[in-house]
């Protein structure tokens, strides 16, 4: 059996009907301050880590480009500040960093940073999943099919969807049959064993899962979980808030949460689609030692949440061709192990980590403690919602980390950021 699968088939049992998934794991492929989807065009107000696919440069060619044909080409690029749901993103990309080669998509939540005592932040490191292999960072994704494997519709060229609202600061949705009530939680590890105890309880309901970042130290580390809606309209591959054409079940065990779930699409959004689930892992385990005296917990999510209610996540669909729609078909298995799914094509971790995309905002955003969370983003600790920081500084601009010539640097306009020396640990 499949080391994974005990646990998935426990689940299941609880839950007594059939489901089929896929797991499979994405390595990082960069952090910056990038969403295309709720800020297009401009640098986002916080910073997500994002996985998936992507357009590399080829080096020596950006010197050759003129100014025109440089943006031109960057605005091409399979993940960008823009992305028009024309783009063909996966012909775009030539390389992906998840473990389907055909998976071109993109997917980003926000960022989980560590407050030092003395005020600074550092961002938390993320570390692989259970049974995911040794890719560097990254999420865990899955496509859950609906129970008794009633047939599903896999996402369409240009859909996209995004779960969860960053500007949250207390718990908005409390009917606990209502899938936005078990949306987006978190898993505090008691210990780093996949079969430990805090690891084998319904996400969500479970007693070491809270939608709040956890209040008390967690020895093994925090799983973030964040669940899409199941139901789409059928006809609108977006919206203007980028939720309305999707939805969740209807009537959620409020015992079981969205893992696996049974539920009913509400007549408004029909369609069964695959459910799309992160699980990303945040290597908590370093900071415990400094936990405050005060006994207030220090993780904050990049947007200036200390309290883990405006936890979200962004998904752009990007498979080749029928890939997703073949592999909902034809890989019905609860283990959702890779190697089982033949319908598609299998990379390496290492081909995975070459996979990658150098952040194009000129500012620190890891590997060293930061004066401030990066953008302009103040702890906002709610019950009401946050809100922008009006006239806010931050740079703005981005630039492309090849060498340019002088010409494409004018243009660019950057600015440098400034940060202060890290304290040790």
Same mark, same amino acid.
């Not at 539920?263 to 959004?269: K, N, T, V, W």
């Not at 209610?309 to 669909?317: A, E, I, N, P, R």
């Given at each position: 059996?499949?080391?994974w699968r005990s646990l998935a088939t426990s689940v299941l049992i609880a839950s007594r009907s059939a489901h089929a998934l896929l797991r499979f794991p994405c390595s990082q492929l960069v952090t910056q301050r990038f969403d295309p989807l709720v800020t297009p065009g401009q640098v986002s107000p916080h910073v997500h880590q994002i996985i998936g696919g992507v357009r590399d440069f080829i080096p020596g060619l950006l010197p050759c480009l003129t100014v025109v044909t440089f943006f031109s080409f960057a605005h091409q690029n399979a993940f960008n500040l823009t992305m028009d749901p024309d783009l063909d993103l996966p012909n775009l990309a030539t390389c992906t960093t998840c473990r389907f080669k055909e998976d071109k998509s993109n997917y980003w939540t926000a960022v989980m940073y560590f407050k030092h005592p003395n005020g600074t932040y550092i961002r938390v490191p993320q570390i692989p999943n259970h049974f995911t292999g040794e890719s560097k960072g990254g999420m865990t994704v899955y496509y859950i099919q609906p129970p008794e494997l009633t047939p599903v519709t896999a996402f369409r060229k240009g859909f996209r969807m995004i779960t969860g609202d960053a500007m949250y600061r207390t718990p908005v949705h409390t009917d606990e049959k209502s899938?936005?009530? =078990?949306? *987006?939680?978190?898993?505090c590890w008691e210990s780093t064993g996949p079969f430990d105890y805090s690891n084998s309880h319904a996400i969500g309901p479970g007693p070491f899962d809270s939608v709040n970042l956890p209040n008390r130290p967690c020895l093994g580390g925090i799983r973030s979980n964040t669940f899409f809606p199941s139901c789409w309209d059928g006809v609108n591959l977006d919206s203007p808030d980028h939720k309305s054409h999707v939805a969740f079940y209807k009537e959620v065990n409020p015992r079981m949460g969205l893992f696996l779930a049974?539920? &009913?699409?509400? @007549?408004?959004? !029909?369609?069964? &689609? !695959? %459910?799309?689930f992160y699980e990303t892992v945040w290597d908590t385990k370093p900071f415990n030692s400094m936990w405050p005296e005060a006994g207030s917990q220090p993780f904050v999510l990049s947007?200036?949440? !200390? #309290?883990?209610?405006?936890?979200? +996540?962004?998904?752009?669909?990007?498979?080749? +061709?029928? %890939?997703?729609?073949?592999?909902?078909?034809?890989? #019905?298995?609860? @283990? +959702? =192990?890779?190697?089982?799914? *033949?319908?598609? *094509?299998l990379q390496t971790d290492e081909e995975m980590d070459s996979c990658t995309l150098s952040p194009r905002v000129n500012e620190k955003v890891e590997g060293e403690y930061l004066p401030n969370l990066p953008g302009c983003n103040p702890l906002q600790e709610g019950p009401l919602s946050a809100t922008l920081v009006p006239d806010c500084t931050a740079v703005s601009t981005t630039f492309s980390p090849a060498a340019a010539t002088p010409a494409v640097e004018a243009a660019i306009d950057v600015k440098p950021a400034a940060v202060t020396p890290a304290p040790a640990l």
């Open positions: 059996m499949v080391p899938g936005e009530r =078990w949306a *987006t939680s978190f898993r049974s539920g &009913i699409c509400p @007549d408004s959004h !029909p369609v069964r &689609i !695959p %459910s799309v947007m200036g949440d !200390p #309290t883990g209610f405006g936890h979200h +996540g962004d998904y752009l669909f990007g498979w080749e +061709g029928d %890939s997703l729609q073949r592999a909902m078909d034809k890989c #019905t298995g609860i @283990d +959702g =192990w890779p190697p089982n799914c *033949t319908e598609l *094509t």
